[in-house]
């Protein structure tokens, strides 16, 4: 398990590491890669939140159904 969570984390900072240096190249200097960067995460955090707020919201749906008892459409 602990090697998993090791190549796991080692992939993310490569990957965090890659893109940062392809932001450099792209933008012209570290600042403005770190600017970019800034703004991607952003984004991103804010989708995943959204996500995860969706998921709950459906996910009570299904519980407060299943909590309802048996559907009688028959």
Do not use: W
């Not at 933008?27 to 804010?46: C, K, P, Q, Y």
């Amino acid at each position: 398990m602990a090697k998993i969570l090791y190549n796991l984390v080692f992939l993310l900072m490569a990957l965090f590491v890659l893109i940062m240096l392809l932001f450099r190249i792209t933008e012209g200097s570290f600042e403005a890669a770190g600017a970019r960067m800034d703004a991607l995460t952003g984004v991103a955090a804010e989708r995943g939140g959204e996500a995860a707020r969706d998921l709950a919201d459906e996910a009570d749906k299904i519980a407060r159904d299943v909590a309802d008892g048996p559907d009688d459409e028959n």
